[in-house]
């Protein structure tokens, strides 16, 4: 993995039968030999597959695809970028992560290709030699510190010490000279699970700062994630947009449960009742079984794990929000469903809502009626006359009356003289 320890090579960067031929170095290059262009090419990367990933990296970042060739032009031309990654208080899931993730192809094209300084994990030096590397990177300045785990701050800071500093002082010294700081993981964000115990673990914000920070909350992160904001950060020379947790909003910015591929269950009531019931096996919605999807935001459902082919829900487990801030605490139980969350399906049944829908479609009905009564009543005023008498007369409303028959008149006959009959 880079000029420091060069340990890991990913499977698809090796030459060989089926490689696709190498990426001639493009004019202009950033350093004098073309840095990107010659490292791509010695790992047999070919220009349409590097092309590929800059339009990968340009819809992850939920840019136009139209600033794909500027992202292409900033990873040609840009000089190659120094990282140092720290670790503190951590289990190291968030360097496995990322050295384990190929989609999409981040070790390929960004993490390989990357001026790799500092990485304890991983870099080959150790000791004195270590740490000179360390104060190299910090007096030359101008690089991207990732930081990995919480920063304990109780009893001096004593709980993690690295040749003779303690984890504040090595963060406060790296962060003054950084041009971007990435906090990778949930630990490095807001303390994670170690705030939970003796420590005093704190995250990075709490010690750098107004230092420009981005945090790319999970455990682990996505390392997706993290080449996207190294290559916003060359194309831009600034951080993406963030949200109030300086989050990048192009992967925290969307509720997961917008994008699960089991929303259509969750829309149509069907709900897993126990692990291995016919409605997990059939791949219903995880809620009731405690899936947080409803309040957690993350691109999981769209980047997933495992280059790309899965993600916690849909291998069956239910989302317990571990990119949401000091989850550990405000999530958990993590297999009891949300309490403050009422929606249909779960607190009410179809039959419920059936006949609650019958009776507001009979009240609805009969409020229309009303309404029509109400309605042909003014009209009737409205078109009212007085009569003679000074009386409202209503106007009729249809078709005129037919007129009273006129009655017949029969002329009398004369009566005879004694009154016995007709006169002759």
């Not at 190498?22 to 791509?40: F, S």
């Not at 951590?90 to 500092?118: F, I, K, Q, T």
């Not at 700062?209 to 992160?221: E, I, M, R, S, Y």
């Not at 019931?277 to 219903?284: F, P, S, V």
Request: aromatic share 6%; charged share 20%.
């Amino acid at each position: 993995m880079g000029e420091a320890g060069g340990l890991h090579e990913s499977p698809l960067l090796r030459t060989g039968a089926g490689a696709a031929p190498p990426m001639a170095p493009p004019p202009g290059a950033g350093e004098p030999d073309g840095w990107l262009a010659t490292a791509l090419a010695t790992r047999g990367i070919s220009r349409r597959r590097f092309l590929g990933f800059a339009s990968a990296m340009t819809s992850l970042l939920a840019l136009p695809a139209a600033m794909t060739p500027q992202v292409v032009k900033a990873l040609e031309t840009q000089k190659k970028p120094v990282v140092a990654w720290l670790e503190f208080q951590d289990c190291a899931g968030n360097s496995e992560s990322m050295l384990r993730s190929s989609h999409p192809a981040v070790a390929d094209v960004v993490l390989d290709v990357l001026s790799w300084e500092y990485h304890e994990t991983i870099m080959a030096g150790a000791g004195h030699q270590a740490e000179a590397v360390l104060d190299k990177i910090r007096e030359e300045g101008g690089y991207v510190l990732i930081v990995e785990g919480s920063i304990p701050t109780a009893e001096n800071g004593i709980y993690c010490t690295i040749g003779g500093k303690t984890a504040v002082q090595i963060l406060q010294e790296m962060a003054a000279n950084a041009a971007l700081v990435i906090a990778v993981g949930a630990c490095a964000w807001d303390g994670g699970f170690p705030r939970l115990g003796p420590t005093g673990a704190v995250g990075v914000g709490d010690i750098i700062g107004d230092k420009p920070l981005v945090n790319l909350g999970g455990c682990p992160h996505n390392a997706a994630n993290t080449a996207a904001t190294i290559v916003h950060y060359l194309t831009f020379g600034k951080a993406p947009a963030l949200d109030q947790y300086d989050r990048p909003l192009f992967a925290y910015g969307h509720l997961i449960h917008d994008q699960c591929e089991r929303r259509a269950h969750f829309d149509a009531g069907r709900y897993v009742e126990a692990w291995g019931d016919e409605g997990h096996r059939n791949g219903w919605c995880l809620y009731k079984m405690g899936c947080k999807g409803p309040q957690a935001t993350y691109n999981c459902p769209i980047v997933r794990w495992n280059d790309g082919t899965n993600w916690p829900i849909g291998a069956g487990h239910g989302c317990i929000a571990c990119a949401s801030p000091r989850f550990w605490e405000r999530m958990s139980p993590f297999y009891e469903r949300l309490s403050d969350v009422r929606l249909f399906g779960v607190d009410v049944d179809a039959q419920t809502v059936g006949l609650t829908a019958v009776g507001l479609v009979s009240v609805a009905t009969a409020v229309h009626a009303t309404g029509v009564v109400a309605r042909r009543a003014r009209e009737r005023r409205r078109r009212a006359t007085i009569g003679p008498d000074g009386t409202v007369v209503p106007e009729r409303i249809g078709p005129p009356a037919a007129p009273p028959p006129t009655p017949s008149v029969t002329p009398s006959t004369p009566a005879s003289p004694d009154g016995d009959g007709p006169s002759a």
